[in-house]
């Protein structure tokens, strides 16, 4: 191949070096283009990810505060069907909480299907999440804090026919407060660290797209007795759950 290289001419030779140039040079702009596409693509499937679960959290975060509202006014009614002298006042509230049962239902419905879901999810973008340390992890321990609001929602609710002659005293027989209570309770315990888990999963899946400036330092540093009381917060239920 050296002989046959030396016998070539002058402009043969240069023709050749100048043609080698061209393919290297493609070869790595090619190269260059496909990793720039790849990283692109990687980010948007990482945004599509990162949206999917804000939505689905987002969703669960509504129907679960709802849930806990209603919860709260069965104990309350009961509280005031108990203290109260205004009979009127009563039974105002009695009808209120009844009529507010169809939402709950369903709300509670909703929930019960997500708490499926959450590990669809997990599933669904296994290979994503597991770019990311700790993502997994993290998902997981939403998972089993959802599913524990979800086992304490099935409290008992009232059944009262719109034709009963005493509303006021079936619907105190039917609402167990302690029920209600430990579902509120669960709520508190669980879905703040649902919260911090998930969005800590967002902001790493989209860390990379978005880049760390000068402005989210700032945000951070004002956030930081939230975010320590955060942290200190799933460490005591980590201590307490492990």
Known sequence: MAVWFDDLSAETKTGLLAASLTIIG?????????????????????IHVATEIEGFFAEASHLTSNAEIYANTLVNTIKKIQSSKDQSDINFAVQWAIDRLPAFMAARERLSAMSIEIHRLSGKHFSILATVPGAIDSMEDCAA????????????????????????????SQVNVAECSDFVRCCGENFGRINGLSGGVRGALLAPVIGMRVGTWSSLLGKKDQFVAALNKVKKEDLKNG
Do not use: C, Y
């Open 145 to 172: 804090s959802f599913e524990q609001i979800t086992k304490h929602m099935w409290f008992r609710l009232p059944s009262v026919p719109a034709d009963h002659p005493n509303p006021v005293g079936i619907f105190f």
């Open 26 to 46: 493609f070869m790595f702009a090619f190269q260059t283009a496909t990793e720039n596409w790849k990283n692109e693509a990687l980010a948007n499937i990482k």
